[in-house]
């Protein structure tokens, strides 16, 4: 096969195509940096919309009181609602949890402390997370979607129009309803979680039973379950400021209102696990800082 | 064929796009005082200047886009003025801090375009809404004047217990009229109250819009391109014209007079509106 090679492609670049040569670089280059300057300034931008959001939503919360009935819709769908979903969830975590350290700790002859690893990493990290990330899916981008579809119709302007401030009247139940009953949630999460691990290392893995308890009380203190349910506060409060401030900024249509949707749990899922390392860290250092000083 | 409107004009002000509050003249209910609105800079609206007086009841017609809807949420305070001011009754609405806007909004009663009913309610609930807002109603006679304003609007007592989906698009209309008036509000804000509605049940609105005007010394401001809803109900016509189109230096009030005027409006983009003509749009958008 034959092929024609051109010899001006091998040689460096003549003198006179320097210049454009740079001018598209310098192009290129202008616009990359446009670009993330411009994402960058959304950023903040944003992030300063939903600062200003949930102050917004703060004073409202403590200038008065939400109507009964809108708080009582909100509670129930958030705390009765949930609460088979994240029971079942909890119990299959326990379950994998048993599963996946049994091997790990049946190869160093530990597998009687199964109980430890379990249990610890359920009321510490897993229950607060499991549970918030349940609600977030399931409350949250139902939040998003349903003051969405209110935004676009113009139900918001409507309320608005007839005296009602829709901070006060949608999302102030909401976020009480997720910060009074993500800690209920959570227990329910921690505790389906021990009931599933234990049931399986017990009756399936045939671990013994009172070794699994000991372990278990050794390995899970007080303080493990104040600070997961204390956790669980935060992550309520991230959800419900998330999911309506997407929701009240939703843009039109069915696209809009699936946008914000999503962009509910998923905003809300990473703003979780970035603030749980916080906690943890400062969580921890509170922890060991209060018991070097105790007697 | 133009029909007569069914009652007198209150008060028409050929004037009233220039109109300034000055000393010794009576003010008007509404002002808007060279209104500019602009979304990401630009002007959708640009120094809009009218008095809407007491008992009027205004048309604003005109293309879409040309902000009209626009105007109307200005008046609500719903949308903010970049410059200018919008006054209701004296009050500078955008001066106002928020629960005196809030205590203002009563005074006003909205139709929304698609009635903006809430479909976590019954229509019993939405139309009562505004009374239990208000507080200041037992819940009995909230009772008694939502069935009294369903009936008034020509709705059965049964669609009380339905949700707002259970329900045509007419009957919703003629819910969100009933909720709007059920406060008794000095103004009336219709947004394109007959759109997506058959020629009968426009006409039904347009009854209800007339009985409302009749029956309660109300001043209402219509948004719509409905040119029939316009000389049936309206007794003095703004006519907008979107800010794209128009040449530099001139105004985006087109017309401000009564609906008779506007077949014989100098400006022949008034009367090729009045009468639905394309002209030359088509090959205007294609290029």
Not at chain 1, 73 to 86: A, D, E, I, R, T
Not at chain 2, 64 to 71: D, E, F, P, R
Not at chain 2, 108 to 135: C, E, K, W, Y
Not at chain 2, 206 to 211: A, D, F, Q
């Amino acid at each position: 096969m034959s092929s024609t090679v051109n010899p001006s492609q091998d040689l460096p670049p003549d003198a006179d195509s320097h210049p454009h040569a740079a001018a598209g670089i310098h192009a290129s280059l202008h616009d990359w940096v446009m670009q993330w300057g411009e994402a960058v300034v959304e950023g903040i931008r944003t992030v300063g919309d939903i600062g200003l959001f949930a102050w917004n939503m703060l004073t409202w919360l403590f200038t008065r009181v939400p109507q009964r009935g809108t708080l009582l819709v909100n509670l129930y769908s958030v705390g009765v609602l949930s609460l088979p979903v994240v029971a079942l969830t909890g119990t299959f975590i326990g379950m994998v949890l048993a599963v996946q350290s049994h091997h790990q700790f049946q190869a160093i002859g530990m597998e009687n402390q199964l109980g430890k690893v379990i249990n610890a990493s359920l009321v510490c990290e897993l229950g607060p997370v499991l549970a918030a990330t349940m609600l977030s899916g399931r409350v949250g981008g139902a939040m998003a979607a349903v003051l969405g579809t209110m935004r676009v119709t113009e139900q918001i302007d409507a309320l608005t129009t007839m005296g009602a401030d829709p901070m006060h009247y949608l999302v102030v139940p909401r976020f009480l309803a997720c910060v009074l009953l993500i800690p209920a949630l959570t227990t329910m999460a921690d505790f389906m979680g021990i009931v599933g691990g234990y049931f399986y290392s017990v009756y399936i893995l045939e671990i013994d039973h009172a070794a699994y308890l000991e372990h278990s009380r050794q390995a899970v203190v007080g303080f493990d379950l104040f600070s997961g349910v204390l956790k669980s506060v935060f992550f309520g409060a991230i959800i419900s400021v998330v999911s309506c401030y997407q929701g009240f900024h939703c843009r039109p249509g069915a696209e809009g209102v699936g946008r914000a949707a999503t962009s509910a749990f998923v905003y809300s899922f990473v703003l979780i696990l970035a603030v749980d390392l916080v906690l943890n860290i400062v969580l921890n250092r509170g922890y060991y800082y209060y018991y070097s000083f105790s007697p | 064929m133009t029909e007569a409107p069914d009652h007198e004009p209150v008060s028409q002000s050929n004037d009233s796009s220039t109109a300034q509050p000055t000393a010794g003249k009576q003010r008007g209910l509404i002002e808007f005082d060279r209104l500019t609105i602009a979304f990401n800079e630009q002007p959708v609206l640009k120094d809009i200047s009218l008095t809407i007086d007491r008992g009027e009841t205004i048309a604003v017609i005109g293309e879409s886009g040309c902000g009209k809807t626009v105007l109307m949420k200005t008046l609500l305070g719903l949308i903010h003025p970049t410059s200018g001011r919008v006054t209701f009754d004296g009050k500078d609405l955008s001066a106002l801090p928020p629960k005196q806007c809030a205590d203002l909004r009563l005074r006003f009663g909205f139709v929304f375009q698609n009635a903006a009913l809430f479909d976590s309610m019954t229509i019993f609930d939405n139309v009562a809404f505004p009374m239990r807002q208000s507080h200041r109603y037992a819940e009995d006679e909230v009772s008694s004047r939502v069935m009294e304003h369903l009936h008034q609007v020509g709705l059965p007592a049964s669609v009380a217990s339905k949700r707002p989906g259970e329900l045509s698009g007419g009957m919703r209309k003629r819910v969100g009229i009933a909720r709007a008036i059920i406060l008794e509000p000095e103004v009336v804000v219709y947004d394109e109250p007959t759109t997506g509605l058959d020629p009968i049940m426009s006409d039904v609105i347009n009854e209800l819009m007339i009985g409302v005007r009749n029956r309660y010394p109300v001043t209402s401001v219509i948004v719509t391109h409905d040119m029939r809803t316009t000389r049936r109900v309206a007794n003095r016509v703004l006519m907008l014209y979107p800010r794209t189109r128009l040449k530099k230096g001139e105004p985006q009030l087109l017309f401000d007079g009564p609906p008779a005027d506007m077949e014989t409006d100098p400006d022949s983009r008034v009367s090729q509106f009045v009468r639905g003509e394309a002209g030359t749009r088509l090959q205007e958008l294609a290029g």
